[in-house]
């Protein structure tokens, strides 16, 4: 049965009693790991190969563009499997199965499972892949053809590793880990034997015997420049390796390999020589070994979870005292205190249900969804079923429980949760429903001018399409005519098709009769308003800088004639990001703006060679220590969105299009409404976010390192006014 690589189910089962008990070192693991699938819930996306654009056969793996997307990809995967495994949660499963199926079964994204060029990277990444598909290979939830097309990818890739062998340093050890985990995964006795005969074959070509005043050392990697780092990085896929054969009843923990004339080696005898210097890192450079680079424990330590609870020596356990509960393993495994932390005390007598997180009352507006949930533990296979008072609700099987929209007809309902195994049931206490009606009329939350003939208006909630789309209840004073209003799907914002618009005119747009979509059906406040203002295009037509905008360094700007046509240049390329990942130029606008929306055409000057070639949209620009950036990269997962707040950078989001494909121009825009902010390249939207950090400051462009132009600049909507634009040839 499985799960059946790195963790059994009664061994899960015995981890959770532990959990419940809030006993640490589980606990505050459970907590760390549940705490790493939230935020994966919430804000990374879905990766995939072409998204570097990269394009070969039937899409194939790229190993310096893709291997980034692999990391966050596969440790995804692995960490909402365990949150899965232990939760019973049918969110992180499901978000399992995108990740899955967007990385290795979209015919339009998935990866060709024959990867060439430098395997290590697939070696460290897709083990991590199958350990989370393992712990969620019962869900129900995943549909059997999907489940069995991917079973179908792991055994060619699989397969593949089988076929194509690497030396004896440590990229056969990953090999070994690749062998195990796709063979425990599919239960394939052949790629299971592979690895067990390739570990046990590697251990006289790679630890130096016990005859040997050096006996111990791992004979291919401590003679490097990071000796320390790859002896570990080596004995790391040796252990997960073992802890994959143990789960399967093999024994590599133990084995010892004999030599000629008595000598022996195995990997206790490796542990034993490397703990004193994995505990003191810099006492390998005191004995004469090279390590130039820092000994992290994410990339390394966590393997003393594992020693420790199969051999239970206090030098193991040391080496975890010196590195901090709760250890993490960041390539295949995660966080090791959890799943192998203190194995040794575990017990695993079967266990009842039990609920340890009761439903709590949920309350919410009106059109709001609202969810449900319960932690229960107990052995498995834990069963769910949710009830409206008494009576089930159809479906309702998972240890969460979603109602899309909820209505005033479901205030006051009352809901719970019936837990089943094999061993007994158990229901939770009842959850109450409250339902807040809206009785708040909708209001006008912007209004913004796309171009000379169409502005759109965004209402502060969703409205009804019949009132939304009546053309006579919009107003444009001048008598400009609206000919057309479209509902978008966010059913807050209507595309208004109107007459043209004069450049730089104030006028008045007044709504009238827009309904919400309640069932009180709230009518917006009958003459309401806003101003609205068209700018045109700044082009550089002069040849001139647009004198009140401020440079941060000012020789690094000019106009220059590019492609026909005059263009602001930044010009160096001999420069560098400034401290915490700030930009390294910028020019900023001499206003403030609110809601806007802000686009330029852009192109990156720099040769193909660079392949983090980019350059940036500034805005809510408050100083050069508090703003926001949109940075465009050759690189997919370099397109990013960031906030600067006191000269500290934080990564809001990551676009999974949009990155720059070529040395042309391209139209990039920042669209910014309340604290909503929309991203799009080349009109189509790539990024979107919620943030209130800064709701208002100035716009800009720039880089973090690199050459680019830019031209056509339009700021359409807001408060600030756009300064020194150039028109035709002169100044406004």
């Known amino acids: ?14 981890i959770k009693v532990k959990v419940n ?49 692999a990391i966050i990809m596969s440790d995804s995967v692995r960490t909402l499997g365990i949150a899965y495994a232990f939760t019973g949660d049918s969110r992180y499963a499901d978000r399992a199965i995108e990740f899955i199926w967007t990385w290795a079964l979209d015919p339009v994204t998935r990866m060709r499972p024959t990867p060439p060029g430098k395997r290590i990277q697939i070696y460290v990444t897709m083990p991590a892949l199958f350990y989370g598909a393992d712990l969620i290979g019962s869900y129900e939830g995943w549909d059997p053809a999907e489940k ?18 690497d030396g004896l340093n440590n990229f056969s050890n990953w090999r070994t880990v690749m062998l195990a985990s796709a063979g425990a995964f599919l239960d394939d006795d052949v790629l299971l034997d592979k690895a067990e005969t390739l570990w046990k074959d590697l251990i006289p070509f790679q630890i130096i015997n016990s005859n040997s005043e050096n006996a111990g050392l791992m004979d291919q990697e401590y003679t490097r420049d990071d000796g320390l780092h790859y002896s570990l990085f080596a004995i790391n896929a040796m252990i997960q390796t073992a802890e994959i054969m143990h789960t399967r009843g093999v024994n590599l923990y133990d084995y010892v390999h004999v030599f000629d004339g008595g000598a022996t ?15 003191d890192p810099q006492s390998w450079r005191d004995d004469g070994y090279s390590q130039d680079g820092t000994i992290a424990q994410r990339h390394h330590m966590a393997i003393y979870e594992m020693a420790y609870s199969y051999y239970q020596e206090q030098q193991f356990l040391d080496a975890i005292n010196r590195w901090v509960r709760p250890m993490y393993e960041n390539r295949i495994m995660g966080i090791t205190t959890l799943t192998h932390g203190n194995t040794f005390t575990l017990s695993f007598d079967p266990v009842p249900p039990s609920i340890t997180n009761q439903p709590a009352p949920q309350s919410a507006e009106e059109g709001a969804s609202v969810t449900f949930n319960i932690t229960a533990s107990g052995s498995a296979t834990l069963r769910y079923q949710w009830f409206l008072g008494d009576d089930e609700i159809p479906g309702a099987t998972g240890s969460s429980y979603t109602i899309a929209q909820v209505s005033p007809a479901n205030n006051g309902e009352l809901y719970r949760c019936r837990v089943r195994n094999d061993l007994g049931e ?24 796309q171009s000379l003939e169409q502005v759109d208006v965004i209402f502060t909630e969703g409205v009804t399409t019949a009132s939304a789309q009546a053309a006579a209840n919009y107003q444009i004073s001048g008598a400009i005519q609206v000919l057309n209003a479209a509902l978008n799907a966010d059913n807050k914002t209507v595309h208004l098709q109107t007459d043209p618009l004069e450049p730089d005119t104030t006028y008045t747009l007044t709504v009238s009769d827009i309904q919400d979509r309640s069932a009180a059906t709230n009518t917006i406040l009958a003459g309401s308003s806003v101003d609205i203002v068209f700018s045109p ?54 206003d403030s703006y609110t809601d806007f929306t802000f686009s330029v055409k852009a192109k990156t000057k720099e040769p193909s060679g660079n392949l ?24 997919q997962t370099n397109t990013q969105l960031f906030k600067v707040v006191a000269g500290e950078r934080e990564l809001l989001k990551t676009a999974t299009t949009g990155r720059i494909t070529d040395n042309n121009y391209h139209t990039v825009a920042v669209r910014r409404v309340a604290d909503s902010i929309e991203i799009s390249f080349d009109n189509s939207v790539v990024l979107e976010v919620t943030d209130s950090t800064f709701l208002s400051g100035k716009l800009g462009l720039g880089s973090f390192n690199d050459a680019a132009y830019f031209d056509d600049i339009r700021i359409s909507g807001g408060s600030g006014v756009l300064n020194d634009l150039i028109f035709s040839g002169s100044f406004e």
């Open 537 to 590: 295009v700044m082009n550089f037509d002069n040849g001139q800088l647009p004198f009140s905008w401020t440079p941060l360094t000012a020789s690094r700007w000019s106009v220059v004639m590019e492609g026909g046509n005059n263009a602001l240049f930044l010009n160096d390329t001999e420069y560098s990001p400034l401290p915490t990942g700030r930009l390294g130029e910028h020019i900023t606008s001499p």
């Open 1 to 14: 049965p499985h799960p059946n690589m790195f963790l059994s189910q009664a061994e899960i089962d015995a």
């Open 148 to 165: 069995a097309a991917f079973e179908g990818w792991v055994q060619t890739i699989g397969n593949y590793v089988r076929d194509n062998g």
């Open 21 to 69: 008990l809030g006993e640490d070192p589980w606990l505050e693991a459970y907590d760390k790991v549940i705490e790493r699938a939230d935020n994966i819930l919430d804000s990374v996306d879905l990766q995939s190969v072409t998204y570097q654009g990269i394009v070969f056969g039937s899409i194939q793996w790229h190993q310096d563009d893709d291997h980034p997307a």
């Open 426 to 449: 158990v229901f939770s206490s009842y959850a109450e429903l409250t339902v807040v009606a809206d009785t708040t009329a909708p209001l006008i939350a912007a209004a913004i001018v």
């Open 265 to 279: 080696a195995g990997l206790k005898l490796a542990l034993d020589f490397i703990t004193p210097y994995a505990i």
């Open 612 to 635: 983090n070639a980019d350059y940036a949209l500034v805005f809510a620009y408050q100083d050069g220590e508090n703003y926001y950036y949109m940075l465009f990269n050759r690189i």
